[in-house]
C-alpha cells in the first residue's frame, strides 16, 4: 500500500464549477499537510498549508483534514480556466523531514 | 518563502553524456532537496544535501550517477552522470522543511531529455 493515494485524474470540470480534490493516507506520524500546484512545464507552487484536522480557508481554496480517517481535500470555489493544473498532496511527520507526495491530479476547468 | 532559481530549464543530452543542474536560492538555508518526477509518477526524492557534509542519499539514488555538491548556504548543483533515456525526466531542487518552516518550495524545474 502506498503512504500516499491521490487519483491522477484527469479531472475536467466546467468553469465555475465546485472542485474537490482528495489524497487518503496510510501512515498517522503525519501531522502537516500541504496542497501544491503545478502548472505545465513549472515547479510545483504551495498553495496551502494546514497543521490540526479541520479547514483552513484561503480565498476561493479551502484545505480540509480528517486525521481519524487518514483523509485530505482542497476545494476550489468558482473554478476558473487558470485554475486548470496539477494538484499535488504532500505530508510531512513530525519527526522527519521528508515530504511524502501524492501523485497529483491534473484538473481542467473548461470556459 | 524562498525564491529558487534552477538552470537550465530543459535540455536534450546525448546518452553517456553528464548534466550539471543548478540552484540559487535567495537566502541561506540548511538544506537543499532534489528530487525527480517522471511522467505519472509522484515527486521522489534524490538525495538531501547540507552545506559543509556529503549528500544523503535515498534508497535507489547513488553518489556516481548523481553527485551532488553544495558549496555554500545558497548554492547546490545535482549532476546526471552517464545519461540514458530512463533519465528522461524533470528535475527539481528545492528548500524546506526545516527547523523553521515546514513547507517545501521548489524550483521551476529542470526538463531532461535523453536521446
Known amino acids: 500500500q502506498k503512504e500516499v493515494e491521490q487519483d491522477p485524474g484527469p479531472l475536467s470540470v466546467p468553469e465555475g464549477a465546485i472542485v474537490s480534490l482528495n489524497c487518503t493516507y496510510s501512515?498517522?506520524?503525519?501531522?502537516?499537510f500541504m496542497w501544491y500546484r503545478q502548472y505545465s512545464r513549472k515547479g510545483p507552487e504551495l498553495l496551502m498549508y494546514t497543521y490540526s484536522s479541520g479547514n483552513k480557508e484561503d480565498g476561493r481554496f479551502t484545505a480540509q483534514v480528517d486525521k481519524s480517517s487518514k483523509y485530505i481535500s482542497l476545494f476550489i470555489r468558482d473554478s476558473q480556466p487558470s485554475d486548470s493544473a496539477t494538484y499535488l498532496c504532500a505530508l510531512l511527520s513530525g519527526g522527519y523531514q521528508k515530504v511524502t507526495f501524492g501523485i497529483g491530479t491534473k484538473l481542467q476547468v473548461i470556459p | 518563502s524562498a525564491v529558487i532559481s534552477q538552470k537550465p530549464s530543459r535540455d536534450i543530452c546525448q546518452r553517456g553524456t553528464s548534466l550539471t543542474i543548478q540552484c540559487q536560492v535567495d537566502s541561506q538555508v540548511t538544506m537543499m532537496f532534489w528530487y525527480r518526477q517522471q511522467p505519472g509518477q509522484s515527486l521522489t526524492l534524490i538525495a538531501t544535501?547540507?552545506?559543509?557534509?556529503?549528500?544523503?542519499?535515498e534508497s535507489g539514488f547513488v553518489i556516481d550517477k548523481f553527485p551532488i555538491s553544495r558549496p555554500n548556504l545558497t548554492f547546490s548543483t545535482l549532476t546526471v552522470s552517464n545519461m540514458s533515456p530512463e533519465d528522461s525526466s524533470i528535475y527539481l531542487c528545492?528548500?524546506?522543511?526545516?527547523?523553521?518552516?515546514?513547507?517545501?518550495?521548489f524550483g521551476q524545474g529542470t526538463r531532461l531529455t535523453v536521446v
Open positions: 501512515n498517522s506520524a503525519f501531522q502537516y
Open positions: 544535501a547540507n552545506q559543509g557534509s556529503e549528500a544523503t542519499y
Open positions: 528545492s528548500v524546506g522543511p526545516g527547523k523553521s518552516n515546514t513547507e517545501a518550495f
